[in-house]
């Protein structure tokens, strides 16, 4: 029986949050240059895509380009940002095809002007979408969104809008990039690394993770319905005993 046939689709994930590695390495071993696994990795990027909206994924959440990126050879970034922009160019008519509605997290106004007009271009044109969310996280810190909310809270406070004793977890979250989001219930990471590096670390404080060997070009549709099954035999127990949960 395949993958896809084992999965109760009462029980997907309303959101799925992937960690994208192993672009360089996949195509250092072709002998190619990093850039040649960034454009297979779109690949991979579309046919997750595809493969979430048809099991009823509400959100995935891809992490495309970190705050610490920019210090990767200038070469390497530009070549990304332009894939970036072709790839929204070449994918916009699918989107729209699939009911896909297109958001962003991170420092956008770090990203290069062309590339962050498209992407608004992009989110705007299909923000009438109502199927899958897919949020490309582009520039972006975990760290320093956190900063940021910090620092929206601290502004409503002096301004005199919020009470300092009124502040709560919810409120911090509403004041994250990923506001109005569930919290992701499965973080994938490819590659065999076994790290979260700075990649959603309030959202994720009770996500199952997920650690594959594949190289992200490598991972397909397949690959995503064999980490949603892992996901569904496990017992989340948020804390609670496990006959509390059963
Ligand atoms: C990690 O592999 C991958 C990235 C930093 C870039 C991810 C970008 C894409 C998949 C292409 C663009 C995506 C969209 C949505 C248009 P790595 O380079 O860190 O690999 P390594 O660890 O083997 O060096």
């Excluded at 990027?45 to 210090?71: I, K, P, Q």
């Excluded at 699939?98 to 992407?119: M, Q, W, Y």
């Excluded at 959603?200 to 594959?212: C, G, S």
Aim: proline share 2%; charged share 25%.
């Amino acid at each position: 029986m395949s993958y896809i046939d084992q999965i109760d689709l009462q029980r997907v994930p309303r959101h799925i949050a992937v960690i994208m590695d192993g672009n360089g390495r996949w195509a250092k071993g072709k002998g190619k240059l990093r850039v040649f696994g960034h454009h297979n990795g779109v690949l991979s990027v579309r046919d997750v895509v595809e493969a979430a909206g048809d099991l009823g994924v509400e959100y995935l959440t891809l992490y495309t380009f970190s705050a610490e990126n920019w210090n990767r050879p200038k070469l390497e970034v530009t070549a990304i940002m332009e894939l970036l922009i072709s790839t929204l160019n070449k994918e916009i008519a699918k989107l729209m095809k699939n009911n896909v509605r297109l958001n962003a997290i991170g420092d956008l106004d770090k990203l290069p002007g062309k590339c962050h007009r498209e992407l608004e271009a992009a989110i705007e044109k299909t923000s009438v979408n109502t199927g899958l969310t897919l949020t490309l996280a582009l520039s972006y810190s975990s760290r320093e969104e956190i900063v940021h909310a910090a620092k929206e809270l601290v502004a409503k406070v002096q301004s005199g809008e919020l009470q300092l004793e009124d502040i709560n977890e919810q409120m911090f979250e509403d004041n994250l990039y990923t506001s109005g989001m569930p919290n992701p219930e499965l973080l994938i990471r490819t590659s065999g690394e076994y790290r979260i590096s700075n990649y959603l670390l309030w959202q994720i404080a009770y996500a199952e993770l997920y650690f594959t060997q594949k190289l992200w070009p490598d991972f397909r549709r397949e690959d995503l319905f064999e980490a949603i099954l892992d996901y569904q035999k496990r017992e989340r127990r948020f804390g609670k005993t496990s006959e509390q949960v059963n």
